[in-house]
Nanobody
Framework: QVQLVESGGGLVQAGGSLGLSCATSGLTFSSAAMGWFRQAPGKEREFVAAITWSGAIAYYADSVRGRFTISRDNAKNTVYLQMSSLKAEDTAVYYC????????????????WGQGTQVTVSS
């Protein structure tokens, strides 16, 4: 059974930093592309960041590029999202997702999803 479990969400002031983790089990993590998505109240889910199986290549949404960093530790079967210079508009539930082969910015191409973790940025 594949499981993705996010952690690290919480309340942070604008301009602050927060780190998310997504621990996985039941999949061949070292060959999976991983992504982070988010969904704010009343809005559609949107792509945040993705990373190749090796961690060599990362992709970012324009809205977070330069502020967020995605990384992974294949020995720990975990993907991370380090967020800095947070803004109120970053408030959302953040989800990690896994897929085979190459990363994608399209959520419907991912096979497995976590339950999400809430990030709230106060202005």
């Amino acid at each position: 059974q594949v499981q993705l479990v996010e952690s690290g969400g919480g309340l942070v002031q604008a301009g602050g930093s927060l780190g998310l983790s997504c621990a996985t089990s039941g999949l061949t993590f070292s060959s999976a592309a991983m992504g982070w998505f988010r969904q704010a109240p009343g809005k559609e889910r949107e792509f945040v960041a993705a990373i190749t199986w090796s961690g060599a290549i990362a992709y970012y949404a324009d809205s977070v590029r330069g502020r967020f960093t995605i990384s992974r530790d294949n020995a720990k079967n975990t993907v991370y999202l380090q967020m800095s210079s947070l803004k109120a508009e970053d408030t959302a539930v953040y989800y990690c997702a896994a897929k085979a082969s190459r990363p994608s910015t399209r959520g419907n191409e991912y096979d497995y999803w976590g339950q999400g973790t809430q990030v709230t940025v106060s202005s």
